[in-house]
């Protein structure tokens, strides 16, 4: 019997990994706990899209508390945005996790079958609801030559925009760069 329970602990025991996108709140935990300020704030900017076609440019002030630098996010269920690779790998060092390389994203989205928000949705979708596939772009881990590729896809995306959202999409931003439509999931297990 003793045995029975000792193997049934130890495998048993197995989580498996999956991604879990990074929400206002839990960003905002983070911040408040380390004083972290991010590459926006520090800016004092960030770029602001309305769409695939338009952008509202470097707009004063955006930064993850005021995503189009006017309004206030709206709900701390909402995935946090305007944040660099620079700022999600320091969440990850404070949380202990990681972000997931370009190939870990798509596996581990193949387990999520919840609705997916592109095709130039309205507005931004809530973590809780939504896919990790679309909704807002990415961050994934580098793998090479300093190039931060982003992974999924954002409302933004349709068939005829950003190819949709296609695992051979190959889409690339610097290290400091956030927008509007740019947030981080990470590595957990479940």
């Not at 005021?66 to 709206?74: C, F, L, M, S």
Request: net charge negative; charged share 20%; aromatic share 12%.
């Amino acid at each position: 019997m003793l045995f029975v329970v000792v193997v049934s602990m130890v495998f048993g025991c197995k989580k498996k990994p999956a991604l879990q996108t990074i929400t206002v709140n839990q960003f905002e935990t983070f911040v408040n706990a380390t004083g972290y300020v991010t590459d926006a704030e520090k800016f004092g900017w960030s770029i602001v899209q309305k769409d695939v076609y338009s952008y509202d440019g470097y707009v004063k002030g955006a930064n993850w508390r005021i995503p189009d630098g006017i309004h206030p996010v709206v709900s701390p269920d909402l995935p946090v945005t305007q944040v660099s690779y620079n700022d999600a790998m320091a969440y990850c060092d404070w949380a202990h996790t990681t972000l997931p390389t370009y190939d870990q994203y798509w596996e581990l989205i193949r387990a999520d079958h919840r609705f997916v928000v592109t095709g130039n949705a309205a507005e931004i979708k809530a973590v809780s609801t939504t896919n990790v596939l679309g909704n807002v772009w990415d961050i994934t881990l580098i793998e090479k030559e300093d190039q931060v590729r982003l992974a999924g896809g954002s409302l933004f995306c349709s068939p005829t925009t950003c190819n949709g959202t296609s695992r051979a999409k190959r889409l690339y931003v610097d290290k400091q760069t956030g927008n509007i439509h740019i947030g981080f999931s990470v590595i957990v297990y479940e």
